[in-house]
């Protein structure tokens, strides 16, 4: 059983370009957290979304940022036109049903914006 | 508010023992978790508590005080290894439970 798989690992973009991050959950995890982790900070909750459902997105700026977890395939953490400030670390988490305290975490993706 | 503070920073020996503390204010609770992250890592999970008291795991255990709104993370027989950052995060209630981190307490190992 593969854990919470993101990808990529790193990504590099310039400003304004778009950035795609993906996050596969564990299998027969439906829930999925995504954080950011801005450096020389904790990590800070963005959105928590079920398959075809965004249940909180408290967390997502207003602009620019959008997450999705499709019937099939990964969830994807979608920021366009990005700034300096995007510049952090990116974690995914994945819980079964009603058991967050099940949660685990992927590798996370560092996205550096030139 | 939602407020979760520990210290920045930390020392210690190989071989001794350290606390790191955790105070948390949050509107919800439903367990406080202690994770550890390498630099460049993900958070690894160590402990959960959601009931008062202690709970051991091998050198690692963990200690919460819901009245105080308190919890401390004990290493015992440090390793070098076990230089880390240590979050310590609260499981918000409601409905989407989300983990509400403090910023990490970076631990360093010294021979």
């Known amino acids: 059983n593969a854990g919470v798989m993101q990808n990529p690992r790193h990504l590099v973009r310039r400003r304004g370009q778009e950035a795609r991050l993906r996050c596969s959950p564990m299998?027969?995890?439906?829930?999925v957290y995504w954080y950011r982790q801005l450096p020389e900070e904790g990590l800070k909750f963005m959105v928590y979304?079920?398959?075809?459902?965004?249940?909180?997105e408290s967390g997502m700026p207003k602009e620019r940022f959008s997450a999705e977890f499709p019937k099939e395939g990964p969830s994807i953490l979608r920021i366009q036109q990005v700034v300096r400030g995007d510049s952090a670390a990116y974690f995914c988490?994945?819980?079964?049903?009603?058991?967050?305290?099940?949660?685990?975490f992927g590798q996370g993706t560092r996205l550096t914006v030139v | 508010g939602q407020n979760i503070d520990q210290p920045t920073e930390m020392t210690a020996t190989e071989g001794a023992i350290v606390q790191i503390n955790c105070t948390y204010q949050?509107?919800?609770?439903?367990?406080l978790f202690w994770y550890q992250q390498h630099a460049g890592e993900a958070p690894t999970f160590l402990s959960y508590?959601?009931?008062?008291g202690l709970e051991e795991k091998g050198r690692f255990s963990s200690f919460l005080s819901r009245s105080k709104g308190y919890s401390y993370l004990l290493l015992k027989e440090l390793q070098m290894k076990d230089s880390a950052s240590y979050l310590c995060?609260?499981?918000?209630?409601?409905?989407?439970?989300?983990?509400?981190f403090g910023t990490g307490t970076l631990l360093a190992v010294q021979p």
């Open positions: 299998k027969g995890h439906s829930h």
């Open positions: 949050t509107s919800g609770f439903n367990g």
């Open positions: 995060a609260v499981l918000g209630g409601g409905a989407t439970n989300k983990l509400i």
């Open positions: 508590n959601v009931l008062d």
């Open positions: 988490a994945s819980s079964p049903p009603d058991r967050q305290t099940e949660a685990f």
């Open positions: 979304l079920q398959k075809e459902n965004i249940i909180d």
